[in-house]
């Protein structure tokens, strides 16, 4: 099974970016969708975006779209979130997620989850 380590999060004003990474170890990383997701304080998770395998992004919370990018490197056993133009209601812990079926990068559930790593934008 892999475990996932995210990192990157951090105190920013709204328009700055971050870049967040989710490094894993311990199974074929390759073979894994990996997903990120949200959670606010006092709010449900939110699954912001997912990247299969093979790289191909698919993107689940339209007031990321154009401003977040997911991306992943297969040797290096990464997955990065780039987030630009934060915004103050982009405040929330951020979670990567792993799982080896297709149906997690379609929206389902992840079995591997990460600790979180918190990004607060401040206005």
């Known amino acids: 099974q892999v475990q996932l380590v995210e990192s990157g999060g951090g105190l920013v004003q709204a328009g700055d970016s971050l870049r967040l990474s989710c490094a894993a170890s311990g199974g074929t990383f390759n073979r894994y969708a990996i997903g990120w997701f949200r959670q606010a304080p006092g709010k449900e998770r939110e699954f912001v975006v997912a990247?299969?395998?093979?790289?191909?992004?698919?993107y689940y919370l339209d007031s990321v779209k154009g401003r977040f990018t997911i991306s992943r490197d297969n040797a290096r056993n990464t997955v990065a979130l780039q987030m630009n133009d934060l915004k103050p209601e982009d405040t929330a812990v951020y979670y990567c997620a792993g799982d080896l079926r297709y149906s997690s990068y379609l929206g389902g559930t992840y079995a591997y989850w990460g600790q979180g790593t918190q990004v607060t934008v401040s206005s």
């Open positions: 990247i299969n395998p093979g790289g191909v992004s698919r």
